[in-house]
């Protein structure tokens, strides 16, 4: 079974508020899945007690394309400087910060008005965040060589990968990641012209060339020219944070991958850029979590026939379990 939540103040396709769910406590089954029916800035869970993920939840190539420099959101406010913080109460921590929600402006005011319940910390807690920028897009190559992965950054979703082509033509480089998901994959070349970049913030995959090349990964994947390229995936890797205010278990799935550079179909010549992988960040009291966690790249796309090769991989995004926070905190 699976459920995707709607996600709020849809702007476009591509972006909208965070998804806030709050539980007494919550259990997601093996064999369903959970995700966003759309792009958004994130999924956010409190989860007052227990908190068991047997089955999958996903923000897979739902991370949004939205400039956290600038306003956003139903708060039409642009992303704090130091970027995204929760301040949550930790025994043997002793750092300090107000939660009256600036700390997640642009994500959305219903979000924000959760934070502002939290119990506010002073050199007794510990601040779980994510940068407003993320990872740096990778250059694209010529002359057949792999486009260069996507950057990762500490904390923050991966960039996006290179696009490559052949001896004349450049792949375009990869996008830069935000806190609101993974950067976008550049586009794949051919002759002499150039693929074009991923946009920044998420956006537009890089498009192939004129010729019929493969495009890069993004929000949506970026145009190629059939019949000799193939479109990248649409998607970036996304947002997700639980806050769990018991036991933190399970043996399913938590993902926030970045989508695949599209593979080159014919002739010699390499792939799109994939865009980069997400975040995961979970708090909990205690934690026996035997699932898995991925944040990765998408892949690069294929080339077809020797010498052609992929386009750049997605950079990595990152994932977190903090434990040790005080319950109700």
């Not at 539980?23 to 369903?32: R, V």
């Not at 593979?263 to 979970?282: I, L, P, R, Y």
């Amino acid at each position: 079974m699976s459920t995707n939540f709607t996600v709020p103040n849809k702007n476009g396709s591509y972006d909208g508020d965070y998804v806030l769910k709050q539980y007494t406590t919550l259990t997601i089954a093996g064999g369903n899945t959970v995700s966003t029916d759309q792009p958004c800035r994130g999924m956010f869970f409190y989860v007052q007690g227990n908190c068991a993920i047997n089955g999958t939840l996903t923000m897979t190539q739902r991370g949004a394309f939205a400039n956290p420099q600038t306003s956003g959101g139903s708060d039409s406010a642009a992303v704090q400087t130091t970027g995204l913080r929760l301040g949550l109460l930790k025994s043997g921590s002793t750092e300090s910060l107000t939660n009256d929600g600036s700390a997640f402006s642009g994500c959305g005011t219903a979000l924000r008005t959760a934070v502002a319940n939290q119990t506010d910390i002073s050199s007794n807690g510990v601040i779980i965040s994510i940068p407003r920028e993320g990872g740096t897009g990778g250059t694209g190559r010529n002359s057949n060589n792999i486009g260069q992965a996507g950057n990762t950054a500490s904390e923050a979703p991966g960039g996006g990968g290179g696009g490559t082509g052949n001896t004349n033509g450049y792949g375009g480089n990869g996008g830069r990641a935000g806190c609101f998901g993974g950067g976008s994959g550049g586009g794949g070349a051919h002759t002499n012209t150039n693929g074009q970049a991923g946009q920044d913030w998420g956006g537009k995959g890089g498009d192939a060339t004129a010729n019929g090349d493969s495009s890069g990964a993004g929000n949506p994947a970026g145009g190629n020219h059939s019949p000799h390229g193939q479109a990248g995936d649409n998607g970036t890797g996304g947002v997700i944070w639980i806050v769990c205010g018991g036991q933190f278990s399970g043996t399913g799935t938590i993902s926030a991958n970045g989508g695949g550079g599209g593979d080159f179909a014919q002739h010699q010549c390499g792939g799109g850029g994939g865009s980069g992988g997400g975040v995961v960040k979970v708090a909990a009291v205690t934690s026996t979590w035997g699932g898995t966690i991925s944040v990765s790249g998408g892949d690069g796309g294929a080339g077809f026939n020797s010498p052609s090769v992929r386009g750049g991989f997605g950079g990595d995004g990152t994932s977190e379990i903090v434990t040790g926070i005080t319950a109700g905190s």
